[in-house]
């Protein structure tokens, strides 16, 4: 989701408060400094933070229907990068305390604040964001620079391993044309002999071999690498319960105990398709909803499958954060990832790999957290079911 800066591109600071007259001094005291929005309830705000890019959000802890500790902590998933404090009386010290020690929020004012005061700590906050928000570009440019580099060095070691055999193809077709004029030499001085000719054509042949073989090696480095052009998969009959139960048993030995893997319906048929193929798109997608539950306390990931409309559809539930909505709509795109260290080819090849295959692979959020992959693979009528 972009969300809309300030004037001149800056980012604003919130302000919370349900008076009416606490907004209207914040604004006084900072509106001339930095560009300001206020809001006069907890809804309220959540849907400027949803609008507009916010460095800083400060919340009153005293309101109706939702107090500011609420609100921060609701703050933190919608603009998790906005630097949130709590405005609070002395009474309210220990709330603050708490909320700074969970998280929630940075640093608190006490009231009654004065204009002097405020103007420092939101300018320092403020400073934080920017520093922090510089930072990011940094890190992003940094790893677009990898990425470009990783295919620079994946480009020039695909030069090098077709030099050679294009080298080959070439010299041997040449060497093929040198024979055949020369045997076409011969021919117009005369008739040679039948020894000649077999000869030469026994050495045409083998040159003939040769040129294949190369061409052959060029064909499988270029299969071996490629994403976006292959050929549909050779077909055979894939018990998807063994595939299924192999890919799970690798990924219960990376992972270990740090992530629970369930299953449900546990409906496998015997289909056609590739099974190297099909088992990295399975491998793919569980290992991604692990990765996105593996620090959590309560990992899990549930896979099921079940038959619909003639096809084998099979799901991979994760209760992690789930993918944020501006990444939705790109998150089968080669080389986008949300992970700091994936190369974001793995899903990409892995929706090519089901479209290969008849099928399709998508992804949704689901209502109580976390995210879902689906697979859709077509049933062969002509091969039974697997017991």
């Not at 800066?5 to 007259?21: I, N, R, T």
């Not at 800083?56 to 703050?75: I, N, Y």
């Not at 949130?84 to 006490?110: C, F, H, P, Q």
């Not at 292959?230 to 894939?238: H, M, N, Q």
Request: with cysteine; net charge negative.
């Amino acid at each position: 989701m972009t969300r809309t800066p300030g004037p001149d591109g800056h980012p604003y600071v919130l302000f919370v408060d349900d008076e009416p007259a606490n907004l209207t001094v914040f604004k006084a005291a900072l509106g001339h400094r930095l560009p300001v929005l206020t809001a006069g309830s907890a809804s309220e705000a959540l849907v400027l933070l949803e609008q507009h890019e916010i460095a800083v959000l400060l919340s009153d802890q005293r309101m109706p229907g939702q107090t500011g500790v609420e609100l921060l902590t609701a703050a933190r998933s919608v603009s998790p990068h906005s630097v949130r404090m709590l405005v609070t009386a002395y009474s309210d010290l220990k709330t603050a305390v708490d909320a700074i020690n969970e998280g929630y929020v940075r640093r608190y004012i006490r009231k009654p604040w004065t204009s002097a005061e405020l103007v420092s700590t939101v300018g320092d906050a403020y400073s934080v964001y920017q520093t922090e928000a510089s930072l990011r570009a940094l890190e992003k440019r940094l790893l677009q620079t990898e990425r470009l580099y990783a295919l620079g060095v994946v480009s020039a070691g695909l030069a090098h391993e077709l030099r050679n055999p294009a080298t080959w193809l070439s010299s041997s077709a040449l060497l093929c044309a040198q024979q055949i004029d020369e045997q076409r030499e011969l021919l117009l001085r005369g008739t040679p002999s039948l020894d000649a000719q077999l000869h030469g054509l026994d050495q045409l042949r083998e040159l003939v071999d040769h040129t294949y073989e190369a061409a052959r090696r060029i064909l499988d480095i270029v299969a071996s690498v490629d994403v976006t052009t292959r050929s549909r998969p050779a077909l055979e009959r894939v018990d998807m319960r063994s595939l299924v139960d192999a890919t799970l048993r690798m990924v219960e030995m990376q992972f270990g105990h740090s992530v629970r893997i369930e299953r449900e319906n546990d409906e496998w048929p015997v289909i056609s398709g590739s099974r190297t193929a099909l088992g990295q798109v399975i491998s793919n997608v569980v290992v991604n909803a692990a990765q996105a539950v593996e620090t959590r306390a309560a990992a899990r990931v549930v896979l099921r499958s079940r038959i619909v409309d003639a096809q084998l559809q099979i799901e991979v539930d994760d209760n992690g954060a789930g993918i944020p909505a501006d990444a939705l709509p790109r998150i089968f795109d080669p080389f986008f990832s949300l992970k700091d260290t994936g190369t974001g080819l793995g899903l990409a090849i892995s929706r090519r790999i089901a479209r290969e295959h008849g099928g399709e692979l998508s992804a949704e959020n689901l209502g109580g957290g976390g995210a879902r992959f689906r697979l859709s693979l077509p049933l062969d009528v002509a091969v039974a079911a697997a017991g």
